[in-house]
């Protein structure tokens, strides 16, 4: 959710800042304040030292460093929790963030006109072994924290008109693509002489278990809707079926057309081929961009040494890992955890006193000359403006169950405590889930409807790498549906599984059953047969028939409308909205 993790977000953040202060303010404790107030004093003026024009902004990540949420899945609702939290430290010395706070951050910096530069590094997470040197991120999420990226290079263009500013990208090697693609949107990218490129396209592995299963005398029986729906084949098919085989082809070509297209996009300018080739009117220069990344990847890939990167034109420069200071003073080179809390102490002297507010301007304003005090004069005045929305997060992360860790009963809570919260004004539903229990799902779903309708609070959903199924029922009441290109969404289908133990398996154990029962066989030592099999997929066609009906009433679509996305398919995040998913 490109737009919506930078507004909302960012809106979030430095609404929870001012939190504390203004709860203090409504109780007699003045003594209290008092000392609060002097700690503002203190924390102003380390802000100042902190953050000085054309300060470069610094942020060394690790494979654990960067989390889809720090809370746990229980516990008290809390936007002050949220941002206490937030912030932690790993077992390393990278700050541990999470995902919607790092791109708030990038987006802070990019409106900043004190911050000038941009550099971030990669490194091995401290204390592990043979882990990769990598973000740790999926597609989705990989592609919000780049953008906030771009959304930096377009700010800071428009602030440094004349100027060198730099966002630059250091590792040591690559080890994975996805990390390549956040680095594609840095100008700068410096890989050491030893270092490797690797670029094979986006592609994944289906296993499948059939004649396994027939090895060690495990028969699955399947109830399932639809041609696409892939949920069982593991299971029961040798091979991938066609319909499956189609599917499973549309969504790779859409996922590395953003791919390519995105990395095309942002090194246009330092790959010499396409500047010379893109200048033809008669080509279209997207997919000219895609075809000769693809031509390069078979011709010289798919793992690119450092000098053959450099050459072709996907990093800008060879060289060591370590920051050069290039002539910055000590002291104008803050963490980018730093800045997020002195720009957090900035706003929170602002939220402690509105009388002050304006004094506070003309100290900070006299840190910068010219058009830059007006900017930063704006940009403060911006982010405390009454039209602010205060809005909620919660999360739907991993296989949705009625109870324990991910339990649709924490998750309903969640949005209930939010939407009591007297200080939400809306709510977002942050999804990155393949589905689960099917009434676990509808738990969910029932919960966003009624919160929508008793409080009168917005619940939009955010779908990072994946949100299906269940995932996707779960979210269809909701007034609105963000998700990235790269997200994998839809998967509109109902399927489950009876596995057997044949008696081929007991023999071999020598392990006899028998069954008492009043209704006929109804555990996996057992088939279903006849009457039984019938209404076991009867049952899943009903829930199919359900699911069919509240996706065409909840998100005004026509009954061939869904037809034609509910055949199990899985999409893109733009497939889904050309299907008006």
Not at 38 to 61: D, E, F, M, N
Not at 198 to 227: A, F
Request: with cysteine; net charge neutral; charged share 20%.
């Amino acid at each position: 959710m490109h737009a919506g993790l930078g507004s909302k977000g960012a809106s979030m953040l430095l609404r929870a800042a001012g939190l504390p202060f203004r709860l203090i303010k409504s109780t007699a404790l003045g003594s209290a304040y008092l000392r609060l107030t002097g700690l503002a004093k203190s924390r102003i003026k380390t802000a100042r030292q902190l953050v000085h024009p054309q300060t470069r902004l610094t942020w060394k990540i690790s494979v654990d460093s960067i989390v889809e949420t720090g809370l746990p899945s229980s516990g008290r609702f809390g936007l002050s929790s949220l941002l206490a939290r937030a912030l932690t430290r790993s077992d390393d010395d990278s700050p541990k963030i999470t995902l919607l706070n790092a791109a708030t951050a990038l987006r802070m910096a990019a409106d900043d006109p004190r911050v000038m530069n941009l550099d971030v590094r990669v490194v091995p997470a401290a204390g592990t072994r043979n882990r990769p040197v990598s973000l740790g991120l999926g597609f989705a999420q990989t592609e919000e924290l780049r953008e906030a990226v771009l959304a930096f290079n377009r700010k800071k263009a428009e602030q440094y008109v004349s100027s060198n500013w730099i966002s630059r990208f250091t590792i040591d090697s690559f080890d994975d693509q996805l990390t390549y693609y956040f680095a594609s949107a840095f100008n700068k990218i410096v890989i050491q002489p030893t270092g490797k490129l690797p670029l094979t396209g986006i592609s994944w592995i289906l296993p499948y278990y059939k004649k396994l299963l027939d090895k060690v005398g495990i028969e699955v029986q399947t109830g399932t809707r639809m041609d696409y729906n892939s949920a069982c084949a593991p299971f029961t098919e040798s091979d991938i079926p066609d319909k499956h085989f189609e599917n499973g082809m549309n969504v790779l070509l859409s996922l590395n057309a953003t791919f390519l297209g995105d990395i095309v996009q942002a090194r246009v300018n330092s790959i010499a081929a396409l500047r010379t080739e893109i200048t033809d009117e008669n080509k279209d220069p997207h997919q000219f961009g895609q075809d000769f990344m693809l031509t390069a990847m078979r011709k010289d890939g798919p793992y690119f040494d450092a000098q053959m990167a450099k050459r072709i034109g996907l990093i800008t420069d060879i060289g060591g890992t370590f920051f050069d200071d290039e002539g910055y003073p000590i002291g104008k080179c803050p963490e980018l955890s730093a800045y997020v809390k002195a720009r957090r102490q900035e706003i929170e002297r602002e939220s402690r006193d509105k009388s002050i507010f304006h004094p506070m301007l003309d100290r900070l304003t006299r840190l910068v000359q010219g058009q830059a005090a007006t900017n930063m004069s704006k940009l403060l005045r911006t982010y405390h403006s009454q039209d602010r929305v205060t809005v909620g997060v919660v999360y739907l992360l991993g296989s949705i169950e009625r109870g324990g860790a991910n339990g649709a009963n924490l998750v309903c809570k969640a949005l209930v405590d939010a939407a009591e919260d007297p200080e939400v004004q809306s709510i977002v539903l942050r999804v990155d889930s393949a589905g689960g229990d099917f009434v676990a799902s509808d738990t969910i779903s029932s919960a966003v409807k009624m919160v929508q309708n008793k409080y009168g609070k917005p619940i939009v959903a955010s779908y990072g790498n994946t949100a299906a199924s269940g995932a996707y029922y779960a979210t269809t009441h909701c007034g609105r549906i963000f998700a990235s290109p790269s997200t994998l969404t839809g998967g509109i289908g109902v399927s489950s599984t009876h596995p057997v133990l044949t008696t081929w398996l007991t023999d071999l154990i020598g392990l006899g059953i028998r069954q008492f029962t009043l209704t006929g066989p109804s555990t996996n030592w057992f088939k279903l047969e006849d009457d039984k099999l019938e209404a076991f997929k009867s049952f899943v066609g009903e829930t199919y028939d359900w699911f069919f009906a509240q996706v065409a009433v909840r998100r005004e679509m026509s009954e061939e409308e869904v037809k034609s996305v509910a055949q199990g398919q899985v999409f893109t995040g733009i497939q889904a909205m050309e299907n008006k998913l």
